[in-house]
């Protein structure tokens, strides 16, 4: 087994094209194209758009990435691609590249889940075992609570979105007050100096009754519906209060299941994870919380929280480590991936 492998990761499920070069647990590069100014004026990803986009940034992201490690192809141990959830044809373009890529050096391939991948890029923020961990994954397309006895093979899910995701609710609210896409960014930028007490936004899923039937779910519709109902009825509503009012309901939600589920496992290890968790007022509350529950925190660089290839190769390298049989090189993407499944076999 190796020690230390340089394992290179690809990741294509959205709209990045995205390359990460690790070696064990050190991050060497992390490169990245996006294609997100071309579906701004759409308001949201357009699959064609983003396949198109992958094919035609592959080459020169995988060189950059190459090259920013001061690696050559070579000298790679493993290849490792996000084999889904994702959009279907932009997770084509990636899984093929990789698994040729794979197939050109005679070197094991790793076609691995893009949640779990979100998860383990916290490993090169701290280099500790994170296991057993709680993990608040929150992205555009999913938010899920976890229970990650192993990252590399058992995740449990405790609870998840019965409807929008976090980040889903986010773009959805910029989009009304046009703030543009993606609207994560924008509302935390938005939101800073207003009043997050301003107004009283609905936190769903946490009714007494809600504890009792389903507490590690979430739901945002009920939010979002508030946010547009409060938005048409004053027409002179100040931006940085609703910005700050409704990102405080989502926050206060996640953080609220997030640190009962630490509890109820008894497991005093939280990670945040997913593009939300670059939320600035999301890092801010967890870590007072955390402290007052003494609940290790970690979230990883807010650059490593968004979708990136580096979390790809991270997840590679501990399958690598881990002993895990690799994927079959004709592994088919699979945009619908359970959470619960670490890879493609
Ligand atoms: O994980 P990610 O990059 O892609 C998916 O796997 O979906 O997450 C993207 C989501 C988007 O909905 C985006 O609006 C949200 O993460 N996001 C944020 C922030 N940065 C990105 N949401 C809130 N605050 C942010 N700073
Ligand atoms: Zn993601």
């Known amino acids: 087994m190796i020690h230390e492998p340089l394992v290179l990761g690809i990741e294509t499920s959205c709209d990045e094209t995205a390359v990460g070069i ?22 949201g990803v357009v699959p064609e758009i983003a396949s198109r986009a992958h094919l035609e940034a592959m080459g020169t992201v995988i060189e950059a990435a190459l ?11 493993a290849v490792a691609v996000t084999g889904g959830p994702g959009l279907v044809g932009a997770l084509l373009v990636g899984v093929a590249s990789a698994s040729g890529l794979a197939l ?35 992205s555009g397309g999913h938010s899920s609570l976890l229970q990650v006895d192993d990252i590399t093979s058992s995740i449990t899910k405790l609870g998840e979105s019965m409807d929008d995701a ?35 936004f609905p936190r769903g899923l946490t009714q007494s009754s809600d504890w009792q039937t389903r507490p590690f779910d979430f739901s945002f ?9 409060y938005l048409e009825s004053t027409p002179n509503y100040n931006r940085a209060d609703v910005a700050a009012s409704f990102q ?3 926050v206060d939600v996640l953080l609220l299941k997030a640190i009962a589920a630490c509890k109820k496992t008894g497991i005093d290890s939280l990670v945040i994870a997913g593009g939300v968790a670059a939320n600035a007022r999301l890092r801010a509350v967890a870590q007072e919380r955390c402290e007052n529950s ?17 979390m790809v190769a991270a997840l590679g390298s501990l399958m690598v480590s881990a002993g895990r049989a690799p994927s079959p090189l004709d592994a088919e993407a ?11 076999v």
């Open 22 to 43: 690790v070696r064990g647990r050190k991050l060497l590069s992390n490169v990245l194209s996006s294609s997100v100014d071309e579906h701004a004026r759409f308001g």
């Open 67 to 77: 090259h920013q490690s001061k690696v050559t192809l070579n000298e790679i141990d």
């Open 104 to 138: 050109g050096l005679n070197k094991p391939f790793y076609a691995v889940n893009h949640l779990a991948a979100h998860v383990s890029v916290d490993l090169l923020t701290h280099q500790l075992p994170v296991e057993p961990t709680i993990a608040l994954l929150v």
């Open 166 to 200: 976090a980040g889903e609710a986010f773009d959805k609210i910029a989009r009304v007050m046009g703030l543009g896409f993606p609207g994560g960014p924008a509302l935390d930028r938005e939101s800073v100096g207003g009043n997050s007490s301003a107004i009283d």
């Open 221 to 229: 519709s009920g939010l979002k519906t508030a946010v547009a109902r």
């Open 248 to 250: 405080e309901a989502i």
């Open 294 to 310: 003494k609940i290790q925190l970690r979230i990883p660089a807010p650059g490593l929280c968004t979708d990136n290839g580096a």
């Open 334 to 344: 699979d945009s619908s991936l359970s959470v619960t499944t670490v890879s493609l």
